[in-house]
């Protein structure tokens, strides 16, 4: 039976060392490209906690833990979920490359050449990447990455939360892996 959630439970449980080192991790990596909402980065820990992902990466002017806001949203994720900051998503692209042969990068955008995050053929290792709150993906890095995903709206508003819009492509990518 699972542990009933509770605040208690929620804000004040934090794993051991020994059972940090045990977490499978999966060969999702998560960029932040000038995300700067600290409550949104914060979210995107607890997202990488959910689904044991190797690494959050934090470029450009995004905060970096120790930060209180992040700290508050991410009911302390932050503290275990692998992490690290790097001066420029171009970088963090190069790197995971040269580490990752093999690995698909896509980044969750609306642009011209935007495919329907449904449409996608996901395999590990995959990174998936997301832009600032108000500017979004670069052009720049957008010719980086592997593919550019977008999720349809059919409201009058056109976007969604980075968050959340990252949270519904990566439960999309685990589905199929």
């Not at 059972?19 to 999702?28: A, C, D, H, T």
């Not at 905060?63 to 692998?82: F, L």
């Not at 990752?100 to 449409?119: G, M, N, T, V």
């Amino acid at each position: 039976m699972k542990q009933k959630l509770n605040a208690k439970f929620l804000r004040y449980q934090k794993p051991t060392l020994e059972q940090i080192k045990k977490i499978p991790r999966q060969p999702v990596y998560i960029i932040l490209d000038n995300v700067l909402d600290t409550y949104n980065i914060g979210a995107i820990f607890r997202l990488a906690d959910a689904v044991a992902a190797c690494e959050v990466i934090i470029c450009g002017r995004g905060q970096t833990p120790p930060n209180i806001k992040i700290h508050r949203a991410a009911i302390g994720t932050q503290e275990w979920v692998p992490w690290r900051y790097q001066e420029a998503a171009k970088k963090a692209i190069s790197l995971l490359r040269k580490n990752h042969p093999k690995i698909k990068i896509f980044a969750i955008e609306q642009s011209a050449q935007s495919l329907d995050y449904r449409e996608v053929n996901y395999s590990f290792p995959l990174a998936l990447l997301i832009g600032n709150e108000s500017y979004g993906v670069s052009k720049e890095i957008l010719e980086l990455v592997d593919g550019v995903l977008e999720i349809p709206m059919w409201g009058f508003n056109i976007s969604l939360n980075a968050m959340v819009s990252l949270a519904i492509v990566l439960w999309k990518a685990m589905e199929e892996n």
